[in-house]
């Protein structure tokens, strides 16, 4: 199999001397087809042609004996038949590369290329030279002279391959250890990433890598692995999803699987995915939620340990029940993050989780009839929240949604506003806009389009539009069947609020005030947090480098931490009907003024200010 895989020179000029006279039409690969040979020594078959004016498409084939026999004779049939594409083991070239280029399967399977491409997504790609230099290694043929079996004074430990360990650690000294007499550009350095070089045939797992730590020193590493050390200035952060990503099937995949050995060259050009900034974040916040958990088991096994260190039984029964009570609630308080209806009342917009905390107390009370219009009401208001914020969103990114007309013709006629359908009309057309597709990543537009993008959330969107327009027009629901109805509709509200999980990360924020310093070009900005089923809360402050902020308005915080205008898409205020501060949306724009609507409580008012009919057309909404 070298022949065709191999990017040595030899093989490579071996395949350009052969391809000036002949074509590859097929070649199969395969391990174990030879009897009396090694199961795991892989061969090739090749098919050759003489050469024409016109060549035909290649067409390459991999099966390992332990497959059926019959599905690989007929999947093989199918590649015969076809002149593009692929199969279950095979697949046809319709470009075909240079004659001296390897022909290694994974190389050049269109799956895997499309896997290769698809790395971007993460946020952008370098190499694995990029980030790491090689260090130099000690080759235990060529170097027979440097090495011992035996520890001596100034000998280091030779690491071989096999200590390298899957799980990342290097294996303690044992008696096959060598020790060798090393050069200092030889040794290594704690942070060193060592890899093996040598893997199985067919081996369907990830690089093997291991990270050096104080605790290897002194050593060197011998020709079976491969040393890869950061350069100075990469961010750890860098590292550390590098070494992921090499340890993951499709990194080994690159690398070429149909060789028994990685080599530098190949390794150093493997291409690398880096984390953009959002999953940068994302991957700090679970390291150090991480390295909490650590502290607390760290803190329980203490705690265990120490249970026969005290005086008395009494004293130790003591300190054991009143210091466990600490990370006994820490538990049951991460436990509850869990529980979906604990999120969406502590982690949700104000709005939505308000709502929910009704839903579920009337669900409780068994007052069904209560119960289930507080669940249609939640509903709607889940994506009347969603939809004004999605309308905000994109009127600051320039796109314009075709929803908004029917939206802008309800407010100017002034009868009767927008509801449950313009809602998710709104949605239906963010889920699908082509529009969105270049917008970044991490922008809040993306996870909303998740909300209605799947079938089953809108077949549930659809069952609770259509529950709540029977019970606009009177279309009760007989009390024998409300039960069943009630349930059905609550697992419906469920679907879609565990598909809007991601609020919890966009939090919505009352600014109270704002200090601009023209001297330093900083703004600090009081705010409130409105996340969770209470607007009673703290204020807080922070310090932004933006003077265009708004007193008294509400905004939208991305987990980038930029602050989004929602303004006049939704405005908080204090309610003069129930003088409980409320946010609310624009209802209706009749001749006579506007008319806001409440969120939390459904209340309408009057809106006092006379610029929002300006404001609301400046908007697009009127």
Same mark, same amino acid.
Not at 149 to 160: D, F, H
Not at 414 to 420: E, I, K, L, N
Not at 563 to 578: S, T, Y
């Given at each position: ?123 952008? %790609? ?8 090689? &260090?130099? *290694?000690? #080759?235990?043929?060529? +170097?027979? !002279?440097? @090495? ?68 290897? %020193? ?8 491969? &040393?890869? *050390?950061? #350069?100075?200035?990469? +961010?750890? !952060?860098? @590292? ?32 690398v995915p880096q984390p953009d900034e959002a999953l940068t974040q994302a991957f700090d916040d679970l390291n150090a939620a991480k390295l909490q958990l650590e502290k607390w088991q760290k803190e329980a096994d203490s705690l265990l340990e120490s249970v026969f260190t005290y005086e008395t039984p009494a004293r ?307």
């Amino acid at each position: 199999m070298e022949l065709w895989t191999s990017e040595a020179q030899w093989a490579a000029s071996l395949r350009r001397d052969m391809g000036e006279r002949w074509d590859a039409r097929l070649v199969l690969y395969s391990s174990g087809a030879i009897q009396g040979v090694h199961y795991r020594f892989a061969v090739a078959a090749a098919f050759l042609r003489s050469q024409r004016v016109h060549r035909s498409p290649l067409k390459i084939f991999q099966a390992r004996p332990e497959e059926d026999e019959s599905a690989v004779e007929k999947d093989f049939e199918m590649l015969l038949a076809r002149g593009g594409g692929r199969t279950r083991y095979g697949y046809v070239i319709r470009n075909l590369p240079p004659s001296g280029e390897s022909l290694d399967f994974d190389r050049h399977d269109p799956v895997v290329l499309k896997q290769r491409a698809d790395l971007a997504g993460f946020g952008s %790609l370098c190499t694995v030279s990029d980030l790491c230099s090689t &260090v130099p *290694r000690i #080759h235990m043929a060529g +170097d027979a !002279q440097l @090495i011992s079996t035996e520890e001596k004074p100034g000998t280091v430990r030779l690491v071989a391959g096999r200590d390298v360990q899957r799980d990342g650690t290097i294996a303690p000294l044992g008696d096959e250890t060598y020790w060798v007499e090393a050069k200092p550009e030889y040794l290594l350095e704690p942070g060193d990433l060592v890899l093996r070089e040598v893997y199985g045939y067919g081996d369907p797992h990830g690089l093997i890598v291991a990270v050096v730590t104080e605790q290897d %020193l002194p050593a060197a590493a011998s020709h079976t692995t491969i &040393v890869l *050390r950061p #350069h100075s200035g990469v +961010d750890q !952060q860098q @590292i550390r999803f590098a070494l992921m990503f090499l340890r993951s099937p499709l990194a080994r995949t690159l690398a070429g699987r149909s060789g028994l050995h990685v080599t530098v060259s190949k390794l150093a050009a493997l291409p690398v995915p880096q984390p953009d900034e959002a999953l940068t974040q994302a991957f700090d916040d679970l390291n150090a939620a991480k390295l909490q958990l650590e502290k607390w088991q760290k803190e329980a096994d203490s705690l265990l340990e120490s249970v026969f260190t005290y005086e008395t039984p009494a004293r130790a029964r003591s300190k054991i029940i009143e210091q466990g009570r600490a990370l006994r609630l820490r538990v049951e308080a991460a436990s509850l993050l869990d529980d979906l209806g604990h999120t969406v009342r502590t982690r949700f917009p104000y709005p939505i989780a308000y709502r929910w905390r009704e839903t579920e107390a009337r669900v409780s009370a068994r007052d069904s009839e209560a119960a289930y219009s507080a669940v249609l009401d939640t509903a709607e208001i889940l994506l009347c929240y969603t939809a004004q914020i999605a309308l905000a969103l994109g009127r600051e990114a320039g796109i314009e949604f075709g929803a908004v007309a029917a939206i802008r013709e309800k407010l100017a006629g002034g009868r009767s506003g927008p509801g449950f359908g313009d809602w998710a009309a709104v949605l239906h057309e963010v889920a699908s806009s082509r529009r969105l597709r270049s917008l970044q990543a991490e922008h809040p537009l993306n996870d909303i389009r998740g909300l209605l993008s799947s079938q089953d959330a809108a077949n549930a969107r659809q069952r609770l539009y259509d529950r709540r327009n029977d019970q606009a027009h009177l279309r009760r629901i007989d009390p024998i069947d409300l039960p069943t109805a009630l349930q059905e509709a609550f697992a419906e509200l469920t679907m879609l609020v565990e598909r809007a999980r991601f609020l919890a990360d966009y939090s919505l924020l009352h600014v109270t005030d704002v200090r601009w310093d023209t001297l330093q070009k900083t703004a600090e900005v009081h705010y409130r947090d409105l996340m969770g089923d209470h607007p009673v809360v703290p204020t807080r402050s922070t310090v932004l480098p933006s003077n265009d902020l708004e007193t008294d308005s509400l905004y939208l915080r991305d987990s980038n931490h930029r602050l989004h205008l929602l303004r006049p898409f939704l405005v908080g205020q204090n309610c003069p009907e129930c003088r409980t501060w409320s946010t609310f949306h624009v209802d209706r724009a009749p001749k006579s003024g506007v008319l806001l609507k409440s969120l939390e409580h459904g209340h309408v008012i009057q809106e006092s200010s006379p610029s929002m009919t300006a404001v609301l057309a400046c908007v697009g909404l009127l």
